[in-house]
C-alpha cells in the first residue's frame, strides 16, 4: 500500500512556450488588410482602453481658442451616392401614369439592375419562368422536383422511376418533403428561398438497392402521374436557356438543334424570307443551313464519339459527305453549348484589394502599404487617469492594467506586422525588378527559405506574411505568393521557375501542327535541347495541370 502513497516530485525541463502575444503576432501577421481590419474592430469593442483616432477629431494638445487661432475650415467629403434622386428615380419604375417630357428625358443615371444584392442561379431562373405558366397542381408539383433535380450543368440527374417513385411519397399534392441527402447527392435542394424538391436517398442503402426501390415503387404509380411527368419534363425542356433538362451531352445538343431548326423553320415560312446559304464554300456550290442542321444532328446521334476524337476525315467516310460539308455541320455544334446551366451558376468573381503596392518613382521602385481603411489606435486617457486615483479600487486598477497591456501589446504586433511584410517585399522587389519591369517572362525563382535568410526570421513567418495578400504592380495585380517558385534543374534551368516552365509547354502546345501535334517526348527533348532538364512524366504532368488533353486527344484527322 506505500506504493500507492501520493508523493512530491521537483522536475526540470527546458521547452518552448508561445506567449500569448508572440500567439497573437502570429495570426495578426497572416491576416490580409480586410481581416486585420475586422480584428482591431472587434478588439476596440471587447477592450475599453483601444479607441480609434479619427482625422476628424483633433488632439487635445492641438486645440485652441478662438483668440489664438481660428479653427480650419473642415474639407466636405461629397458623397456621389447622394447625387442620386431616389424620388424621381424609382418613379421611372413605378408610375404607371402620364409624364410630362421633362420626366420622359433620357437619364445617365446607373440601371436599376445595378442595386440587385445577388445575381440570378439556375434555379430561379426556372422557377421564375415556370411561375409564369398555368398548369395543374400535378404538373407544377412534378416540374418544380424536376428542376430540384437539375445539376450545376443543367442536366437532369434522376431517372423516371426515381422522379415517379418520389411523387408517390406525397399522393395528396400538397407538396413533397426532402428526404435525407446520401453520399452521393444527385441534385441540387431548396436554393435561394425556392422550395424546390431533391431526391435522395439514406446513406446505408446501396445505390442498386435504391434503383431496385425506385423501379417497384414506379410500377404502382397510376397513369395520370406518368403524364404529369412526362408533361413537366417536356415543360422544364422547353425553357431558357435550351438544352435545360437533358440526362446527357448528346440529348442535350440535340435539343438546341432542335431549336436552331425550329427558328430557321419559323425564318423560312416568314413572308418573303429568303434564306442566305452558309459562309462555307462547297465545290459545287453552297450548302443550305436546312442540310447543315441534319448533318449536325447525325453527328451527334450516331457518330459523338468520332465527333469528340475530332476525327474529320472518319466522320467524312462514315457520313458520306465531302469534307467542307462535314466541316461546315462540326462548326456549327461548336456553337451550341455542352454545360447551358452555367451561364446562371457561374461564380461572382472575388474582388481583390491589394495590401500593398510596387510604384516606380525615379529609377526606384517603392513599397506602399496599403493601410488606409485600417483604425488608427491609442489609448484613451481617462483610464490612464483611473490609475494615478487615490479613490480607484484594486480590482478595477488590476483590470485596467491588464487591459492596458493588451492594448499595447496589440499595437505593437500591428507596427511588428506591418515591418515584416515591408521587409519582405523589400527582397521581393530586389530580386524580383526585372519581372516589375518587363512582365511574367522575367520572373526568376525564389524561395521562401532565402528571404527568410536574408531578412533574418524563420521561414514560417515569411510564409504568414506572404498568405492572401496581394500586391499591385505595374504588371498587374498578384498575389505576393506568385513570386516564389522553384527553379528547374539543368544548366538553364536554374534560372526558369515551374511558372514559365508550363508556360513553355503551353506555347509549344499552341504553335503545334494539329495533324501532328507534339508528344510529352518530344515537348521533353525541346527543352532538353534548350538547357532545361525535364522528362516525360514531368512535362505530361505539367499538361495536365494546365488542362490540355493528350496528344490523341489533340490530333484532327483530315
Known amino acids: 500500500m506505500a506504493l500507492l502513497q501520493p508523493r512530491l516530485n521537483l522536475k526540470v525541463a527546458q521547452k518552448q512556450v508561445l506567449t500569448p502575444g508572440l500567439v497573437q503576432m502570429v495570426s495578426l501577421l497572416a491576416l490580409n488588410k480586410q481581416e486585420l481590419k475586422e480584428m482591431i474592430d472587434a478588439e476596440i469593442l471587447e477592450n475599453p482602453v483601444l479607441e480609434e483616432l479619427e482625422e476628424s477629431v483633433p488632439l487635445i494638445d492641438e ?9 480650419p475650415a473642415e474639407d466636405k467629403k461629397e458623397d456621389p451616392f447622394d447625387e442620386i434622386d431616389f424620388g424621381s428615380y424609382f418613379q421611372d419604375y413605378l408610375d404607371p401614369g402620364y409624364r410630362t417630357p421633362e420626366s420622359s428625358e433620357i437619364s445617365e443615371r446607373p440601371s436599376f439592375e445595378n442595386f440587385l444584392s445577388k445575381s440570378t442561379t439556375l434555379t430561379d431562373h426556372l422557377m421564375w419562368q415556370l411561375g409564369s405558366v398555368h398548369l395543374e397542381e400535378p404538373v407544377r408539383q412534378a416540374a418544380e422536383l424536376v428542376i430540384g433535380n437539375l445539376n450545376e450543368d443543367g442536366y437532369l440527374t434522376a431517372s423516371d422511376d426515381e422522379l415517379l417513385a418520389t411523387l408517390m411519397q406525397d399522393p395528396s399534392g400538397a407538396g413533397v418533403a426532402q428526404m435525407p441527402p446520401r453520399r452521393d447527392p444527385v441534385s441540387h435542394a431548396a436554393q435561394n428561398g425556392h422550395e424546390t ?4 436517398a439514406s446513406a446505408d442503402e446501396t445505390p442498386s438497392s435504391d434503383a431496385a426501390k425506385s423501379a417497384e415503387a414506379a410500377l ?10 412526362q408533361e413537366a419534363l417536356e415543360l422544364v425542356r422547353g425553357f431558357d436557356p435550351a438544352g435545360i433538362g437533358a440526362r446527357d451531352l448528346r440529348e442535350c445538343l440535340l435539343m438546341q438543334l432542335d431549336v436552331r431548326a425550329a427558328e430557321l423553320a419559323r425564318i423560312a415560312a416568314a ?16 450548302v443550305s443551313g436546312e442540310a447543315i442542321l441534319v448533318l449536325a444532328r447525325r453527328i451527334i446521334d450516331e457518330f459523338l464519339n468520332h465527333l469528340l476524337k475530332r476525327d474529320l476525315r472518319e466522320l467524312t467516310r462514315l457520313t458520306a459527305s465531302k469534307q467542307p460539308t462535314v466541316q461546315a455541320a462540326i462548326d456549327l455544334i461548336r456553337t451550341l453549348d455542352p454545360k447551358p446551366g452555367q451561364r446562371y451558376n457561374r461564380e461572382q468573381p472575388r474582388l481583390i484589394e491589394p495590401d500593398v503596392a510596387f510604384v516606380k518613382r525615379d529609377d526606384q521602385f517603392v513599397i506602399l502599404i496599403n493601410d488606409e481603411e485600417i483604425p488608427t489606435l491609442r489609448l484613451n486617457h481617462g483610464y490612464r487617469r483611473m490609475l494615478s486615483q487615490e479613490g480607484t479600487e484594486r480590482e478595477v486598477r ?16 500591428i507596427e511588428q506586422r506591418k515591418n515584416t511584410i515591408l521587409r519582405t517585399c523589400e527582397v521581393i522587389v530586389r530580386r524580383q525588378r526585372d519581372f516589375l519591369e518587363q512582365g511574367v517572362d522575367a520572373l526568376r525563382p525564389m524561395m521562401i527559405k532565402e528571404v527568410a535568410e536574408e531578412i533574418g526570421v524563420h521561414a514560417s513567418t515569411v510564409s504568414r506574411a506572404v498568405a492572401n495578400k496581394y500586391a499591385h504592380t505595374p504588371q498587374g495585380v498578384f498575389e505576393l505568393r506568385f513570386f516564389f517558385s522553384e527553379g528547374v534543374n539543368g544548366p538553364e534551368g536554374a534560372d526558369t521557375p515551374l511558372l514559365l516552365l508550363k508556360r513553355k509547354v503551353k506555347k509549344m502546345i499552341e504553335e503545334e501542327d494539329s495533324t501532328k501535334p507534339l508528344t510529352d517526348d518530344a515537348i521533353a527533348a525541346l527543352l532538353q535541347a534548350q538547357g532545361i532538364a525535364v522528362n516525360r512524366r514531368t512535362v505530361a504532368k505539367y499538361r495536365e495541370d494546365l488542362g490540355i488533353p493528350s496528344t490523341h486527344q489533340r490530333r484532327v484527322r483530315i
Open 197 to 200: 424538391l431533391a431526391i435522395a
Open 398 to 413: 488590476d483590470y485596467v492594467k491588464e487591459r492596458y497591456r493588451s492594448a499595447i501589446q496589440l499595437m505593437r504586433n
Open 63 to 71: 486645440v485652441r481658442t478662438p483668440e489664438e487661432a481660428a479653427p
Open 271 to 286: 413572308p418573303g424570307a429568303v434564306l442566305q446559304p452558309t459562309a462555307e464554300e462547297i465545290e459545287d456550290g453552297a
Open 220 to 229: 404502382q404509380a397510376p397513369p395520370a402521374l406518368r403524364r404529369a411527368l
